[in-house]
């Protein structure tokens, strides 16, 4: 291992993901803009409030309301550091330009750490560097890079306890209490990180660990580890709504459409589930696993570098890294099963890409070994080969495919939230601070400062009582609007109760007519 590489990897990346900052100059869609606005409010001093409802399920009772009651905080954490820094969204930025750009370092590590030669180390931190999807998100203050961070440290702490390095049967307490801390950093990261935390403790059962009491020992560190990060944030959710954990995700489960997020008035069950009926039940469950499966096969794998992944992690369970691999494949089963068959309609929107984020530096880790496996198959029968040199030819050649094919996906998918770049301009139309409902509720506040409010996934009626319970007085309809609205949309003098008072491109600006 060469730490020389280290150095010009962490310039090139840094350098390399200053681009993708410097062509995001605010929020570009709307998790972005939560982030970022209750980040904000942190650093304001606002605390763990924010003035936006964005989502119903909770019954949220009005703004301001307790921030982080469905996404978890680590992001905003993060913005809000930035913005201490730099009082901007630039500042926002740092924190997530530093993760993205040194994380080739960690696919470095990891590829070191699993056998590599010093030419796939270097080629799996210029696969990560590539960024493929993720590349238009890193950037952002969402989760990708963080969880991209703490999830695969956490896998990678988790495999020398596995028996993936010869030192496993003498590994310190600290080494334990990491991987509960890693843990905690995904859970506050993403709802879904705590499934490191479940593959942790399985972890624990290997055989290198032989007693029933160094494994008793291992699992409570472990615990503890997590419990010291986490308990701040579970006595935080105590006092404000009574449990650890807020209960509003677990109704994604039962959801028969993915829009019915944006419900009101609603609740979602058991009951509510079954009544859709078994044959749309698994049918649902089959698209979420053909869709889990497209997300690994394009997302992950980049599409053309799927076969070198698994080819990769093949070979290195053959030489006998299983300890290494044992928790990142059982992170992949759980968290395709969890996405795909558990939480499906969230998990096909956008979850499932979200978690994969920890993956990403693995998986390019695995490319070069199957390259080079791919290469030696091909030489055994083109006896002028010369395998050595073509592994690093062909591995260079890949790299550049997925560097071309990451700056297409970041020009071409990297597109802001067009309505939302307008909302600046809609703002002097409106009296000051009247609470609005709108598609992006998070990004208008962002824009605006005003009480934003989501437009409820619902019939017109019950978008105005909504509007009524929460004395909101202005809607802005822009086309990626509910599916219940269209018809308002089509016909803005439809309503009694909607006055129609200015337009501006595809966006349609009324003013409610309260009692």
């Not at 010291?228 to 995700?249: A, D, K």
């Not at 570098?305 to 691999?325: A, H, I, N, S, Y």
């Not at 319970?469 to 202005?474: A, L, P, S, W």
Request: glycine share 10%; hydrophobic share 50%; net charge neutral.
């Amino acid at each position: 291992m060469k730490y020389k590489d280290y150095l010009w990897l962490a310039i090139v990346g840094l350098l390399f993901q200053g681009i993708w900052l410097l062509l995001r100059p605010q929020p570009a869609y709307m998790d972005a803009y939560y982030y970022a606005s209750n980040g904000q409010r942190l650093a304001e001093g606002h605390g763990w409030t924010e003035m936006v409802i964005w989502q119903y399920l909770d019954d949220p009772q009005g703004v301001p309301a307790p921030s982080h009651s469905y996404w978890m905080p680590l992001s905003s954490l993060l913005a809000a550091a930035g913005y201490l820094v730099l009082p901007s969204f630039r500042g926002m930025q740092l924190p997530f330009w530093l993760l993205t750009g040194l994380l080739p370092l960690l696919s470095y590590h990891i590829s070191h750490k699993l056998g590599g030669e010093r030419w796939q180390n270097i080629a799996a931190a210029l696969f990560t560097l590539s960024g493929g999807f993720f590349l238009p998100n890193w950037n952002q203050p969402e989760t990708f890079a963080p969880f991209a961070w703490a999830g695969a440290v956490c896998l990678l702490l988790m495999g020398q306890l596995a028996g993936g390095s010869e030192q496993s049967s003498r590994l310190t307490p600290q080494h334990s209490l990491l991987i509960g801390l890693f843990a905690a950093l995904a859970h506050l990261t993403r709802a879904d990180g705590v499934l490191l935390l479940g593959i942790a403790i399985l972890i624990t059962l290997t055989p290198k660990l032989e007693t029933s009491t160094s494994k008793l020992k291992t699992n409570f560190l472990i615990i503890l580890g997590y419990l010291l990060l986490m308990s701040p944030w579970f006595s935080h959710n105590l006092r404000v709504s009574g449990g650890i954990l807020p209960t509003t995700g677990t109704q994604t489960i039962f959801l028969t459409d993915y829009d019915d997020l944006f419900a009101y008035g609603r609740t979602f069950d058991l009951n509510h589930y079954l009544a859709w009926g078994i044959s749309n039940i698994v049918r649902s469950k089959l698209m979420g696993m053909w869709q889990g499966l497209q997300t690994f096969i394009t997302v992950n794998g980049l599409i053309f570098l799927t076969p070198f992944v698994l080819l990769g992690g093949w070979v290195r369970w053959r030489e006998g890294k299983q300890g290494w691999l044992r928790p990142l494949l059982l992170y992949t089963l759980f968290l395709y099963a969890a996405m795909s068959l558990v939480f499906t309609f969230p998990g096909e929107r956008g979850g499932l890409f979200h978690s994969a984020a920890a993956l990403w530096p693995w998986f390019m880790a695995l490319v070069p070994v199957g390259i080079g496996w791919g290469v030696e198959w091909l030489a055994q029968r083109l006896p002028h080969w010369q395998p050595e040199r073509a592994k690093r030819l062909f591995t260079g050649l890949f790299i550049g495919v997925a560097l071309v094919m990451s700056l297409a996906l970041g020009l071409t998918r990297g597109s802001v939230d067009a309505a939302a770049q307008l909302y600046p301009e809609i703002a002097p139309l409106l009296p000051d601070g009247v609470a609005v409902m709108v598609g992006n509720a998070p990004g208008f506040y962002y824009h605006t400062g005003y009480p934003a409010y989501s437009i409820p996934n619902e019939p017109i009626e019950t978008m105005l009582a909504a509007a009524a319970r929460y004395h909101i007085t202005y809607l802005i309809l822009d086309e990626n609007h509910p599916r219940p609205l269209a018809v308002l949309y089509q016909n803005p003098a439809l309503h009694p109760d909607l006055d129609l008072i200015g337009t501006m491109e595809t966006i349609q600006i009324y003013q409610i007519r309260q009692d």
